[in-house]
């Protein structure tokens, strides 16, 4: 059974850091593009950031662009998300995702597995 579990959310000032990290089992993803979306209360899910399998390739929304920072390590299965210089319309529930084998990785719907997604909330 495929699981994903996200970690490492919580309250953070304006300007502060965290990092997220999402645990995969189950089975490997070393060969998926990981994924993380967010998505705050009434608002539809969004795209973040991506890696491909081998992390040589990144993407990443504009809104996160020079602040958020997208990893993986494949021997562990797990993929992270370090987020700098956070700011207020950075808090939501942030997803992270296993890319299906031809989606879109900037839409929700090209992704098949998802965690159950960690609270970020960041004060102004």
């Known amino acids: 059974q495929v699981q994903l579990v996200e970690s490492g959310g919580g309250l953070v000032q304006a300007g502060g850091s965290l990092r997220l990290s999402c645990a995969a089992s189950?089975?490997?993803?070393?060969?998926?593009?990981m994924g993380w979306f967010r998505q705050a209360p009434g608002k539809e899910r969004e795209f973040v950031a991506a890696?491909?399998?081998?992390?040589?390739?990144?993407y990443y929304a504009d809104s996160v662009k020079g602040r958020f920072t997208i990893s993986r390590d494949n021997a562990k299965n797990e993929v992270y998300l370090q987020m700098n210089s956070l700011k207020p319309e950075d808090t939501a529930v942030y997803y992270c995702a296993v890319r299906d084998y031809s989606g879109n990785y900037a839409y929700p719907s090209g992704y098949k597995y998802w965690g159950q997604g960690t609270q970020v909330t960041v004060s102004s």
């Open positions: 189950g089975r490997s993803f070393s060969r998926s593009t």
């Open positions: 890696i491909s399998s081998s992390g040589g390739n990144t």
